[in-house]
């Protein structure tokens, strides 16, 4: 092992270059993107941290708080990368919270994203963060009481990992992406701490390797010389020699052997597995699934990246809402046939299409507070930011629910007529319809119709819509009726105004509407192999979720996560159908299954006792759908349920389902799962 690492930290504090400012009226912000260039989404993309203002929200006062947020650069020529997004700070203060930049790709492309931690663990206040990480007892954050004592987690009663802790321990879900889990892909189990002398000048030349060798198979294929400074890293960290505050001074002992990282990483070296635990930087490399190399050529996958409105966002078990909370979350925009047709129906639809990300901002998720209480929807980083249209013109609206709680139905605008805005959704979690749902509004319609097709703009949950401006000029509210607070909320204004287009568009029609894929049709129930059952609810006796007896313990068949123990394995090329059952009460549990989507095939919810979607064909794809709550009737649960269908396809490997109500999966409601090879022997671990 060579001398401790030394690395200079220049180039983090250069001069800021010039971005747009954000408007200074309540005009919705549009957010920063990168772009793939040549068949390239090259990104740097910084997890760091400041101040940033929070107004009076959600039963708290108005106060500055430090938030970690993900700053967004060109991956060119510049040693650190050209900024593209947050702008810089304008006036005197401290900014609002802001969402993570927009990424933008196409269906085939190659993905080069240099990921870099440079939190200041220094920079939070003592006992909010990686009491696990730094060998302390307990390993969960904790919140003091004002007259003493804690209120989390004493009462709760709870353990690593199912608690809050890891703060600045951070990865990144590619949230609808249908790649490899494991390695440089949509790799959730990376756990990549903090180093501010890991800049990405340091790494560029043997990332740029990794980079142009393409997505390796397994880590012995990554350049020896960053294996190398991997494990250097690992070791000074178990030891510290290094701490990854400003200042470069110890701030703890070396860690006991429990907590140690670098005997875990070289064992799953040697067992040819990717390892868990990085320092500083990581290079995300994977290609967007194509489902035929060219025109009329065999396909060489079962299924193909649905072009559609996907977003990005830290997923490090235990710090996964903390870190969405603080604003960690940004739209993946991934273009394709769908968008090429589109455009052959409004030649002018990217220059005002409209890309929303709805989010919650706030220092600490709502199960540390005590308090259930409501909190605020933002839109692009404003409070009900304004849109402006032109009568007769449609636009493009990507909706992103980035929200950490905010369970959803979308009303829009209200009951339709001509003069009102009027709406059609087109695509589902980044999934477009079949034309017979699209003409049916197989998702709002039921929503309007008080029946059980209810919550279809849960955490996770994407829509896209186009929207029709009346023909005279007016202002309208754009709503969501939240169900997890009871309340109907406009999220934004629509001004309509200006020269009307002339002729006003139309909607699509069966004629013009975008040719839907052929690896999306129905799955076909003789082809399912297996049937499976899983419990969503908590802890044996509870009857809600006040906090009385400490917050719920979130469980799935009884169990909370258990790292390294597979809950489900299935087998690559497999279909199967999943009975989604929730037993708990006023909660709807938002299920979310990485890598792949699922069609939507049956749904009972107790608040409509009798009534049961179950439609015969043209099923809906979701990669999020919420579970209904049970509802205690005469001394008996009566369950809410889905039902749902998959195939298990193309990419073998380790991920997870869980709750994507985010403080519910940190603290248990989520499960290990692989897809293993029918041909080859069952790991052994």
């Given at each position: 092992?060579?001398t401790?690492?030394?690395?200079?930290?220049?180039?983090?504090?250069?001069?800021?270059?010039?971005?747009?400012?954000?408007a200074?009226?309540?005009?919705?912000l549009?957010?920063?993107e990168?772009?793939?260039?040549?068949?390239?989404?090259?990104?740097?993309?910084?997890?760091?941290?400041?101040?940033?203002?929070?107004?009076?929200?959600?039963?708290?006062?108005?106060?500055?708080?430090?938030?970690?947020y993900?700053?967004?650069?060109?991956?060119?020529?510049?040693?650190?990368g050209?900024?593209?997004?947050?702008?810089?700070?304008?006036?005197?203060?401290?900014?609002?919270?802001?969402?993570?930049p927009?990424?933008?790709?196409?269906?085939?492309?190659r993905?080069?994203?240099?990921?870099?931690?440079?939190?200041d663990?220094e920079?939070?206040?003592?006992?909010?963060?990686?009491n696990?990480?730094?060998?302390?007892?307990?390993?969960?954050?904790?919140?003091?009481?004002?007259?003493?004592?804690?209120?989390y987690?004493a009462?709760?009663?709870?353990?690593a990992?199912?608690?809050f802790?890891?703060?600045?321990?951070?990865?990144l879900?590619?949230?609808?992406?249908?790649?490899?889990?494991?390695?440089?892909?949509?790799?959730?189990l990376?756990?990549?701490?903090?180093?501010m002398?890991?800049?990405?000048?340091?790494?560029?030349?043997?990332?740029?390797?990794?980079?142009?060798?393409g997505?390796?198979?397994?880590?012995?294929?990554?350049?020896?010389?960053?294996?190398?400074?991997?494990l250097?890293l690992?070791?000074?960290?178990?030891?510290?020699?290094?701490?990854?505050?400003k200042?470069?001074?110890p701030?703890?002992?070396?860690l006991?052997?429990?907590?140690?990282?670098?005997?875990?990483?070289?064992?799953?070296?040697?067992?040819?597995?990717?390892?868990?635990?990085?320092?500083g930087?990581?290079?995300?490399?994977?290609d967007?699934?194509?489902?035929e190399?060219?025109?009329?050529?065999?396909p060489?996958?079962?299924?193909?990246?649905?072009?559609?409105?996907?977003?990005?966002?830290?997923?490090?078990h235990g710090?996964t809402?903390?870190?969405?909370?603080n604003?960690?979350?940004?739209?993946?925009?991934i273009?394709g046939?769908?968008?090429?047709?589109?455009?052959?129906?409004?030649?002018?639809?990217?220059k005002?299409?409209?890309?929303?990300i709805?989010?919650n901002?706030?220092?600490?998720?709502?199960?540390?507070?005590g308090?259930?209480?409501?909190?605020s929807?933002?839109?692009?980083?404003?409070?009900?930011?304004?849109?402006?249209?032109?009568?007769?013109e449609?636009?493009?609206?990507?909706?992103?629910n980035?929200?950490v709680?905010?369970v959803t139905?979308?009303?829009?605008?209200?009951?339709?007529?001509e003069a009102?805005?009027?709406?059609?959704?087109?695509?589902?979690?980044?999934?477009?319809?079949?034309?017979e749902?699209?003409?049916?509004?197989?998702l709002?319609?039921?929503?309007?119709?008080?029946?059980?097709?209810?919550?279809?703009?849960?955490?996770?949950?994407?829509?896209?819509?186009?929207v029709?401006?009346p023909?005279?000029?007016?202002t309208?509210?754009?709503?969501?009726?939240?169900t997890?607070?009871?309340t109907?909320?406009?999220?934004?204004?629509?001004?309509?105004?200006?020269?009307p287009?002339?002729?006003?568009?139309?909607?699509?029609?069966?004629?013009?509407?975008?040719t839907?894929?052929?690896f999306?049709?129905d799955?076909?129930?003789?082809?399912?192999?297996i049937?499976?059952?899983?419990?969503?609810?908590?802890?044996?006796?509870?009857?809600?979720?006040?906090?009385n007896?400490?917050a719920?313990k979130?469980?799935?068949?009884?169990?909370?996560?258990?790292?390294?123990?597979?809950?489900?394995?299935?087998?690559?090329?497999?279909?199967e159908?999943?009975?989604?059952?929730?037993?708990?009460?006023?909660?709807?549990?938002?299920?979310?299954?990485?890598?792949?989507?699922?069609?939507?095939?049956?749904?009972?919810?107790?608040a409509?006792?009798?009534?049961?979607?179950?439609?015969?064909?043209?099923f809906v794809?979701?990669?999020?759908?919420?579970?209904?709550?049970?509802?205690?009737?005469?001394?008996?649960l009566?369950?809410?349920?889905?039902?749902?269908r998959?195939r298990f396809?193309?990419?073998p490997?380790?991920?997870?389902?869980?709750?994507?109500?985010?403080?519910?999966?940190?603290?248990?409601m989520?499960?290990?799962?692989?897809?293993?090879?029918?041909?080859?022997?069952?790991?052994?671990h």
């Open positions: 092992m060579a401790a690492i030394t690395v200079s930290g220049t180039g983090l504090a250069g001069v800021t270059p010039a971005v747009a400012q954000p200074a009226s309540n005009d919705l549009t957010i920063g990168i772009k793939s260039e040549n068949g390239k989404l090259r990104a740097v993309l910084r997890v760091t941290n400041a101040n940033r203002r929070m107004p009076a929200d959600g039963g708290m006062e108005e106060r500055t708080v430090m938030l970690r993900v700053e967004g650069r060109k991956a060119d020529d510049t040693p650190e050209t900024l593209v997004w947050p702008p810089p700070p304008s006036g005197s203060g401290f900014p609002s919270p802001l969402p993570a927009t990424l933008r790709a196409r269906v085939g492309d993905v080069e994203i240099t990921l870099l931690n440079h939190v663990v920079a939070f206040p003592k006992g909010a963060l990686d696990a990480e730094k060998g302390e007892a307990g390993g969960c954050q904790q919140v003091p009481k004002a007259s003493g004592g804690e209120i987690p009462e709760a009663k709870d353990v990992p199912n608690c802790h890891a703060s600045s321990t951070t990865n879900h590619f949230h609808g992406t249908h790649v490899t889990p494991d390695g440089l892909g949509d790799n959730v990376l756990q990549l701490r903090p180093e002398r890991v800049t990405r000048k340091l790494v560029k030349p043997e990332f740029d390797r990794i980079f142009a060798a997505p390796p198979f397994n880590f012995r294929q990554l350049p020896d010389s960053w294996k190398r400074r991997q250097q690992l070791k000074q960290y178990d030891d510290n020699a290094v701490w990854q505050g200042r470069g001074t701030g703890r002992p070396a006991p052997a429990a907590n140690r990282l670098l005997p875990p990483t070289e064992a799953a070296i040697a067992r040819g597995d990717w390892p868990t635990y990085q320092i930087a990581y290079p995300y490399c994977f967007l699934t194509d489902y190399r060219a025109t009329g050529a065999t060489r996958f079962e299924m193909g990246q649905c072009p559609g409105t996907h977003w990005y966002h830290a997923h490090k710090s809402a903390i870190n969405v909370f604003g960690m979350a940004g739209v993946f925009i273009e046939k769908y968008d090429d047709d589109l455009l052959k129906i409004y030649p002018d639809l990217k005002t299409e409209k890309v929303l709805v989010q901002f706030t220092d600490m998720p709502n199960l540390m507070r308090t259930f209480d409501q909190q929807l933002w839109v692009n980083g404003k409070l009900k930011p304004t849109i402006t249209m032109r009568p007769g449609i636009q493009l609206w990507r909706l992103v980035a929200s709680r905010a139905t979308l009303t829009a605008f209200g009951a339709e007529s009102k805005p009027q709406i059609r959704q087109i695509a589902q979690d980044g999934v477009q319809f079949k034309y749902n699209y003409w049916d509004e197989a709002l319609r039921p929503a309007r119709e008080a029946t059980p097709r209810t919550n279809t703009f849960a955490p996770g949950n994407r829509i896209d819509l186009l029709r401006a023909l005279a000029d007016g309208f509210e754009f709503k969501l009726c939240d997890t607070n009871d109907d909320p406009s999220i934004l204004s629509l001004k309509v105004e200006g020269m287009v002339s002729p006003a568009q139309e909607f699509p029609t069966e004629a013009n509407f975008p839907f894929p052929s999306l049709a799955i076909d129930t003789g082809n399912i192999r049937h499976r059952k899983l419990d969503f609810g908590w802890e044996a006796g509870r009857e809600s979720e006040g906090l007896n400490g719920p979130f469980m799935i068949d009884g169990k909370q996560f258990k790292g390294g123990h597979y809950d489900q394995t299935m087998v690559l090329g497999d279909s159908e999943w009975t989604l059952l929730n037993t708990t009460t006023k909660i709807a549990h938002p299920f979310h299954l990485h890598i792949n989507p699922f069609q939507v095939v049956e749904i009972y919810d107790p409509f006792p009798g009534k049961i979607y179950k439609p015969e064909k043209n794809w979701q990669d999020v759908i919420a579970i209904p709550p049970s509802v205690l009737r005469d001394g008996k009566d369950v809410g349920y889905v039902k749902v998959h396809v193309d990419f490997g380790s991920y997870v389902l869980h709750c994507h109500m985010l403080a519910h999966e940190d603290r248990g989520m499960q290990l799962i692989r897809v293993i090879r029918g041909d080859v022997s069952m790991p052994h």
